[in-house]
T-cell receptor, first 112, second 118 residues
Framework: QKEVEQDPGPLSVPEGAIVSLNCTYS??????FMWYRQYSRKGPELLMY????GNKEDGRFTAQVDKSSKYISLFIRDSQPSDSATYLC????????????FGQGTELSVKP | GAVVSQHPSRVICKSGTSVKIECRSL??????MFWYRQFPKQSLMLMAT?????????EQGVEKDKFLINHASLTLSTLTVTSAHPEDSSFYIC??????????????FGPGTRLTVL
């Protein structure tokens, strides 16, 4: 079993839809949670960072962490074609020299 | 802020040659730099972690003599693929942790280098 599970998709939604992306994990020591967006043939771009449980909002993006369920989510409101990319969740326990454990990535396509 | 550059963005070389990829943090000092490899439609595979002035720590299964990493300063790390072969063709991405984000494990990624070995 992988430490971090993420549905690879692909996920296709119409423009304007609310998108929900999720990851589950097995290591209860994880306390730092990140979402990265990666466009094709580019490096990942940090979207959201959350420490421990709770919600964090930034514009159209909301990150949620539920440590009791070992489940994290990223919501995208009013999705745009420019949001079409692969979204990677990443997390760490803060005790392994800064190493991140990544999910497989979910490929999202927002259709105009 | 937190911009990481990589050079070159794309390189094509003949089998048996060595290729050097540079990773620079442009507007911050990096406590640690990471090197990843990514195959199409797959997630990132960590190859090694490097700290300025010390030897890199390689992940299991990564040949340290083939993938040489030098972390000369707080803003520069290099990856050299020695005696490259077609199976080394891949997308190589570096990342860096900002000294100011110490303790958060946040990594900022470069744009990647696509290596094609003929």
């Amino acid at each position: 079993q992988k430490e971090v599970e993420q549905d690879p998709g692909p996920l296709s939604v119409p423009e304007g839809a609310i998108v929900s992306l999720n990851c589950t994990y097995s290591n209860s020591a994880f306390q730092y949670f990140m979402w990265y967006r990666q466009y094709s043939r580019k490096g990942p771009e940090l979207l959201m960072y959350t420490y421990s449980s709770g919600n964090k909002e930034d514009g159209r993006f909301t990150a949620q962490v539920d440590k009791s369920s070992k489940y994290i989510s990223l919501f995208i409101r009013d999705s745009q074609p420019s949001d079409s990319a692969t979204y990677l969740c990443a997390m760490s326990a803060g005790s392994q020299g800064g190493k991140l454990i990544f999910g497989q990535g979910t490929e999202l396509s927002v259709k105009p | 802020g937190a911009v990481v550059s990589q050079h070159p963005s794309r390189v094509i070389c003949k089998s048996g040659t060595s290729v050097k990829i540079e990773c620079r943090s442009l507007d911050f000092q990096a406590t640690t730099m990471f090197w990843y490899r990514q195959f199409p439609k797959q997630s990132l595979m960590l190859m090694a972690t490097s700290n300025e002035g010390s030897k890199a720590t390689y992940e299991q299964g990564v040949e340290k003599d083939k993938f040489l990493i030098n972390h000369a300063s707080l803003t520069l790390s290099t990856l050299t693929v020695t005696s490259a072969h077609p199976e080394d063709s891949s997308f190589y991405i570096c990342s860096a942790s900002d000294l100011r984000d110490w303790g958060t494990d946040t990594q900022y990624f470069g744009p990647g280098t696509r290596l094609t070995v003929l």
